[in-house]
C-alpha cells in the first residue's frame, strides 16, 4: 500500500480516530471525576497526542 493512497489514508485516520478515543476513556476513567471537574485542555492534548503518534506510527511501518 502506498503511501500517497486514498487506502493508506483512510486506514490510518481510521486507527488514529481509535486510538484518540482510546486515549480520552483512559484518561477520564483514570479518576474519579464529575463531567464538570474534566479538565478538558488536558483531554484534548493527550488524546490528540496519541493520534497523532498513530498517524506517526502509520507511516513508519507501512507495509509496502
Given amino acids: 500500500m502506498k503511501i500517497l493512497s486514498f487506502e493508506f489514508w483512510n486506514y490510518a485516520l481510521e ?3 481509535k486510538t484518540v478515543a482510546q486515549a480520552a476513556l483512559a ?3 483514570s479518576g474519579s471525576m464529575g463531567l464538570f ?3 478538558w485542555a488536558g483531554l484534548a492534548s493527550v488524546s ?3 493520534g497523532f503518534l ?3 506510527t502509520s507511516i513508519a511501518f ?3
Fill in 15 to 17: 486507527r488514529a480516530i
Fill in 27 to 29: 484518561f477520564i476513567g
Fill in 37 to 39: 471537574t474534566i479538565d
Fill in 48 to 50: 490528540l497526542g496519541a
Fill in 54 to 56: 498513530s498517524v506517526l
Fill in 62 to 64: 507501512k507495509k509496502d
